[in-house]
């Protein structure tokens, strides 16, 4: 436990978790817990890299060349509530919901798009973040996991998020929201991109 969430009495609030210095501040506030981000493994870290590269054509207006349609950011603080605030190692809102890019140190505006990469805090994106999400009505939560090179697409529902694609190393997939292009799952974890046939 960092120091950080040792000294703050529960429940904690925004202003708590907004106290820690800007370059000690990689910690989350999770209905009301203050709870350190789990150490970003090299893995976790070229993840991040290729699956930002990989959405990079939807972070534009659309424009006939590319699908756009989206902001698109990495490691942005988003306020949730008073009891929540996250920092999604992706994340993404579809232009057509939110005109101008969500902006500033406090975003508050309510993503479209989530993905987690797995690391030392797995239970925080698979459990508590994944209800926190849910709750807050995110449309589309993404999990990849570099240990088992495994991509998994949820998708929110009343009763709560559905799972509609697992993929792993090898496979090829066309994953919501990001339908118009075709990832390459090994890709995400460090794989060379495949040759085109005939090229």
Same mark, same amino acid.
């Given at each position: 436990?960092?120091?950080?969430?040792?000294?703050? +009495?529960?429940?904690?609030?925004?202003?708590?978790?907004?106290?820690?210095?800007?370059?000690?501040?990689?910690?989350?506030?999770?209905?009301?817990?203050?709870?350190?981000?789990? +150490?970003?493994?090299?893995?976790?870290?070229?993840?991040?890299?290729?699956?930002?590269?990989?959405?990079?054509?939807?972070?534009?207006?659309?424009?006939?060349?590319?699908?756009?349609?989206?902001?698109?950011?990495? $490691?942005?603080?988003?306020?949730?509530? $008073?009891?929540?605030?996250?920092?999604?190692?992706?994340?993404?809102?579809?232009?057509?919901?939110?005109?101008?890019?969500?902006?500033?140190?406090?975003?508050?505006?309510?993503?479209?798009?989530?993905?987690?990469?797995?690391?030392?805090?797995?239970?925080?994106?698979?459990?508590?973040?994944?209800?926190?999400?849910?709750?807050?009505?995110?449309?589309?939560?993404?999990?990849?996991?570099?240990?088992? +090179?495994?991509?998994?697409?949820?998708?929110?529902?009343?009763?709560?998020?559905?799972?509609?694609?697992?993929?792993?190393?090898?496979?090829?997939?066309? +994953?919501?929201?990001? $339908?118009?292009?075709?990832?390459?799952?090994?890709?995400?974890?460090?794989?060379? $991109?495949?040759?085109?046939?005939?090229?």
């Amino acid at each position: 436990m960092s120091r950080h969430a040792a000294t703050i +009495a529960r429940p904690a609030t925004v202003d708590d978790l907004f106290g820690i210095p800007d370059d000690e501040r990689r910690h989350e506030l999770i209905d009301a817990a203050i709870l350190e981000k789990g +150490a970003a493994s090299a893995e976790h870290g070229a993840a991040q890299r290729k699956l930002s590269a990989t959405v990079d054509p939807f972070d534009r207006r659309p424009d006939g060349r590319s699908p756009g349609g989206w902001w698109l950011a990495t $490691e942005v603080e988003i306020v949730l509530d $008073e009891r929540n605030v996250v920092r999604p190692d992706v994340v993404g809102w579809r232009r057509d919901r939110v005109p101008e890019r969500p902006r500033g140190a406090r975003i508050t505006t309510r993503p479209d798009w989530i993905c987690e990469i797995l690391s030392t805090n797995r239970a925080h994106d698979l459990v508590r973040k994944k209800r926190v999400y849910h709750r807050h009505e995110v449309p589309h939560y993404w999990i990849l996991d570099p240990d088992d +090179a495994t991509l998994t697409v949820h998708r929110h529902a009343q009763d709560g998020y559905i799972d509609v694609l697992s993929a792993e190393r090898g496979d090829r997939v066309r +994953a919501e929201p990001f $339908e118009e292009i075709e990832i390459d799952v090994g890709v995400l974890f460090g794989d060379d $991109e495949a040759e085109p046939v005939g090229g």
